[in-house]
């Protein structure tokens, strides 16, 4: 009688609890900002931001008082000066040095960019210009009417930056990634000098940071001088903190 190998049932395995499960495989992320559009997304959002808290706080300074009024302007004043700066460097000596590099059959598309480019800084230079002489008219007159004026004059510059920005961030940022070699991008930041105090660097250092991820910080501190770091771990952060309580009557959001 021939033997009959008999095969047990294979014992099934027990499904694992959905918990356990392996999660899907995330999308790909979309690519990150090179060094260039980052920067100039960082300075960006600080602008936007700026603009929209000076037209909110403005609404619930008190007449008359003059050391509240004094701050508001003045920040106002730092902001201005920050943006204004940033338009000439981008309009002396970035946008040529993309304009350079951007292949022949990019360049009529990059030149009507920054073509629009021009005729959308030129109008909110001069509205920049009008908030300077709105914030001295306040300073002066510490009245709820020139305190309202300069409000509204903030929010518009803010509106016209907000579109501004985004359209710059469309069209021209990504060629800034695709184009600019380092060696280009490095000659143009060493052109961007303020000329502000180092009070007022650390200050601008921390309104840069505050809206940062952990990649966005950290690049944007490594690209600084070894002593504005130290500066900013010493005594910097500290003084921010203080300087924006002043500011908002609330402390940053980080």
Do not use: K, N
Not at 51 to 80: I, K, M, Q, S
């Amino acid at each position: 009688m021939t033997a009959v190998a008999v095969r047990s049932p294979a014992v099934p395995t027990p499904r694992l609890p959905a918990d356990r499960l392996a999660p899907p495989a995330p999308a790909p992320a979309p690519p990150s900002p090179g060094r260039p559009a980052a920067y100039q997304q960082v300075l960006h959002q600080l602008v936007r931001r700026e603009l929209r808290t000076l037209a909110d706080v403005a609404t619930w300074a008190p007449d008359g008082e003059c050391a509240r009024t004094g701050l508001l302007t003045c920040h106002a004043g730092l902001v201005t000066r920050v943006l204004l700066h940033h338009h000439a460097v981008e309009r002396d000596a970035l946008w040529p040095a993309l304009l350079r590099r951007v292949p022949a059959a990019e360049r009529p598309a990059a030149e009507a960019a920054v073509a629009a480019w021009t005729d959308a800084c030129a109008g909110i230079d001069a509205a920049l210009r009008d908030l300077d002489t709105t914030a001295r008219q306040w300073t002066v007159a510490g009245s709820g009417r020139a305190r309202s004026a300069f409000a509204l004059a903030c929010r518009r510059v803010a509106d016209a930056v907000d579109a501004q920005t985004a359209e710059e961030e469309r069209t021209l940022l990504p060629l800034l990634d695709a184009h600019l070699p380092d060696a280009d991008w490095a000659a143009v930041v060493r052109t961007a000098r303020c000329g502000l105090s180092a009070r007022q660097r650390l200050l601008v250092l921390g309104l840069a940071l505050e809206d940062c991820c952990a990649g966005e910080r950290t690049r944007v501190l490594h690209g600084l001088p070894r002593g504005t770091r130290l500066a900013w771990r010493l005594r910097g952060g500290g003084r921010y903190r203080a300087a924006v309580v002043r500011l908002r009557g609330a402390p940053p959001a980080r």
